[in-house]
DNA sequence: CATTTATCCTGTAAGC
DNA sequence: TGCTTACAGGATAAAT
């Protein structure tokens, strides 16, 4: 599932094959696709036609494609990836992928922007910048990898909720970036449990579990990413390789990498979450 | 106001 | 074998 490693891989190939170039003309194959863009389909390939491309940005699970020199108040192309979206680089004259939802070609006749999206959480849409952000983003918090993240800000955030340690650290307009992968590998890292109240968590505990899920992030990144069930792939179709550094999530009976006590599977939010039941003991008053 | 739950979607895999 | 069911889960609207 695309988390913060996974869109930055994203970003880091688009940065380096369609910034720079003009689009030409877009398809839109899957109207939900671009169900956010409000002005409709036909809006929406209208205003991609003919524009540059300046950079490439993200925060939190968030990418964008400035349309607009001046990044701080034009038009960007905004794209979130949901569960299975993929962004890919591929020849217009490649066969279409089964689950090819939107394609923009360029100017050049180069390779194409493809968007492919299985399960159509995901989307596309031309949004306003407001002060160099687009504005569905507005509410999303910094990152860990932004440059202005405030660790410290962010911590007395979690703390001044009432809810579970790990509700808070999925929360986008607390943190973004986090999904449920590195939640859980961040709070096995940190030796916390998911249903830890936020009212009892130290300072030194929510600085430990923000500074592990950078860490792991930062891992992952390195790694390519996560490519847990094959969904996730970079622009040039290939899968990260972190599936086999994670020591808690999706690993329900196997050995905890540190204790050996086999790792657990619960219900959590219509999900799981998966722990280490001797290094992550359960509170005494958890959180639902 | 703060917090929680249901909903969207499709392919895979497990269970009967 | 073939059908049904559970599951994966990010963001948000709706409910509490």
């Not at 409709?40 to 968030?62: C, N, P, Q």
């Not at 034009?74 to 939107?102: C, N």
């Not at 860490?215 to 179709?237: C, H, P």
């Amino acid at each position: 599932m695309p988390e913060l490693p996974e869109v930055e891989v994203v970003r880091l190939g688009l940065a380096e094959y369609v910034v720079g170039r003009t689009l030409a003309a877009a398809e839109v194959r899957h109207p939900r696709s671009v169900r956010r863009h409000v002005a409709g389909e036909l809006d929406f390939v209208a205003r991609l036609a003919g524009r540059t491309i300046w950079a490439a940005r993200r925060r939190g699970k968030y990418v964008w494609l400035d349309l607009d020199a001046d990044c701080t108040c034009g038009e960007v192309l905004l794209a979130h990836l949901g569960m299975s979206g993929q962004m890919r680089i591929q020849p217009p004259d490649a066969p279409a992928e089964t689950h090819l939802r939107v394609r923009l070609g360029f100017a050049d006749g180069g390779p194409e922007l493809r968007f492919i999206d299985q399960r159509t959480f995901g989307g596309l849409s031309v949004e306003d910048a407001v002060a160099g952000v687009p504005a569905p983003v507005a509410h999303i918090a910094r990152d860990p990898m932004d440059p202005s993240f405030d660790l410290d800000a962010v911590v007395a955030g979690i703390r001044r909720r009432r809810t579970g340690l790990k509700r808070a650290l999925l929360d986008q307009t607390l943190v973004s970036g986090i999904g449920n992968i590195y939640a859980d590998e961040a709070l096995w890292r940190a030796r916390l449990h998911w249903a830890k109240p936020t009212a009892t968590l130290t300072r030194a505990q929510g600085r430990s579990v923000l500074a592990a899920a950078t860490e792991v992030m930062t891992e992952a990144l390195a790694a390519g990413g996560t490519s847990f069930d094959a969904l996730y792939v970079n622009v040039n179709g290939a899968s990260g390789y972190f599936d086999r550094s994670l020591a808690a999530y999706g690993q329900g009976g196997r050995a905890c990498p540190r204790c050996g006590t086999a790792i657990r599977r619960e219900s959590f939010m219509n999900r799981s979450a998966y722990t280490c039941p001797r290094c992550q003991p359960r509170p005494r008053h958890p959180h639902p």
